[in-house]
């Protein structure tokens, strides 16, 4: 996992975390008979799963995740799955000098080596409707006054069963406030608050929300329009 700021656990500590959580994987993958026979490998980064290999529709790979996400000490699942045979599209917005992985499509307002098409997330994301299975938003929307706007542009781009992967500054960690560019702060709530709108904005499904520390971390879905919201069973494992 590519990101800029990390909680206080030390590397070491890290390991041995990811160590347990790709065992607990394993073990899953092993013993859950809905999971057997998929052809799909799991490691960790800091607490972030990376999913990759092949399913062969969408709603293993829901399910994966779901389960996954069950494991106390995951921040967050990212995937590089091929669904149906098909290699995902991934857009990395503001991606900078380094993108979360090195296939994805790099958009950002400043030419690197990394970006593949430059543009100002400000006046919209790149992309036709419904053309894009990942989003990944890493220390982009503490960069906005007004970040709601990149968020529905991020659910107009997204397949039904994309994903948005975002990652923030928690506003109590030092590093929120160190950086000067930095103008919003956000918290697991705000989450909670981007999926909950209530002034006919696109909706969204929280498949996690996290906080580690140092970051906030969340992996979001698109809700369609009359589509129902998860339960306040389910919203409680993640929001007050």
């Known amino acids: 996992m590519v990101v800029t700021e990390h ?32 052809t799909v490998e799991v490691r ?12 062969p529709e969408g709603g293993a790979l829901r399910m994966i995740r779901d ?13 590089r799955v091929r669904v149906s045979g098909r290699t995902p599209t991934i857009l990395d917005l503001g991606c900078g000098r380094t993108k979360q992985y090195p296939d994805n499509i790099g958009v950002d307002r400043y ?4 970006v593949d098409i430059v543009s ?7 992309a036709a409707d ?8 890493v220390h982009v929307l503490e960069h906005l006054l007004d970040f709601l706007p990149l968020v529905d542009e991020c659910h107009r781009v997204l397949r039904p069963d994309g994903v948005l992967h975002v990652i923030s500054p928690w506003w109590r960690f030092v590093n929120a406030v160190a950086d000067p560019t930095h103008v919003r702060y956000l918290d697991v709530q705000t989450i909670k608050g981007i999926c909950d709108r209530r002034d006919g904005s696109p909706r969204w499904y929280p498949l996690h929300a996290a906080c580690d520390g140092a970051s906030v971390f969340a992996d979001l879905t698109p809700l369609a329009d009359g589509q129902p919201g998860p339960q306040p069973s389910y919203l409680a494992r993640f929001f007050d």
């Open 7 to 38: 909680a206080t656990v030390s590397s070491g500590r890290w390991a041995l975390l990811d160590q347990y959580l790709a065992e607990t994987a394993r073990d899953l993958f092993a013993h859950d008979d809905r999971l057997r026979d998929l």
């Open 44 to 55: 960790f980064d800091r607490g972030v799963a990376h999913l990759t290999g092949d399913v």
């Open 67 to 79: 389960l996954l996400g069950r494991i106390d000490g995951v921040y967050g699942i990212w995937s």
């Open 111 to 114: 030419p690197t080596p990394a």
């Open 120 to 126: 100002d997330l400000r006046t919209g994301v790149p």
């Open 130 to 137: 419904h053309s894009v299975d990942t989003v990944f938003t």
